[in-house]
């Protein structure tokens, strides 16, 4: 079954650029410069149209030594398929190619845990992972295999359980995997209160405290669409022994689009 499935891309030529040619200007733009690469254990980049979170996201994959397999959280934006849905085999086709499922790595995580379920519908209209699968795929090189899973809203339980059945997984195995958070910040609010919210949440993940981030966006309402991956992603990479994460770079869109009422909030951080 596996091999046959092929997911299209559903934001090619809207959030980047649909030719290869154009993708890769685009995409190596963003990842000039900076800082040598380091090992990391976990990261978040944003997923928006890369006008406006590509800086983000360029700036902290290339701060990234990205390894040669990846598993990728993102929220379910579409409401489709399960809440916690792996994308199982085949691959997932760019504008560059063809980028392969790593079916082994998804079999062990959907045996690991009874939350995750095989699962693409889910997946075939979610921009959340495809958005920062060319980040992935050119700062990391073209032997490149992932697992894509969409997360619904689950509880902090679930949320710990599948952080640590995914940190089993990434311990049992020799190949060095690196686990990405896809999430925008806040969304829809004045450039200060965006900024203001933001740093309260980005306080409690630079303090590598899951439970702390559940509880300031929910008191404080932070439109932080990614929050369920982020859990997830913070209490596997305290379960891989991480200890410290650290803001690479934060923006809002209305530093691009000279609107400061109405933007959109956009962190990178790496987790080590």
Known sequence: MGNKLLRLPAVAGRFYSGTPQDLKSEVTGYLSGGTDPEKAIGAIMPHAG???????????????????????????????????????????????????????LARQILNESELPVPDEMAHVKEHSLEVILPFLYYAGGENLSFVPITLSTISRDECRALGEALSRVIASRDEEILLVSSSDMTHYESHDSAKAKDSDAISRILDMDPDGLMEVVSRRRITMCGIIPTVVMLYAAIALGATQARLIRYATSGEVSGDYDQVVGYAGIIVQ
């Open 50 to 104: 890369y006008v406006y979170s590509g800086a983000v996201a360029g700036e902290t994959a290339a701060a990234i030594r990205i390894p040669r397999e990846v598993i990728v959280l993102g929220p379910n934006h579409t409401g489709l398929g399960a809440a916690v849905s792996v994308y199982p085999g085949g691959h997932w086709r760019m504008p560059f190619g063809d980028v392969p499922v790593n079916e082994s």
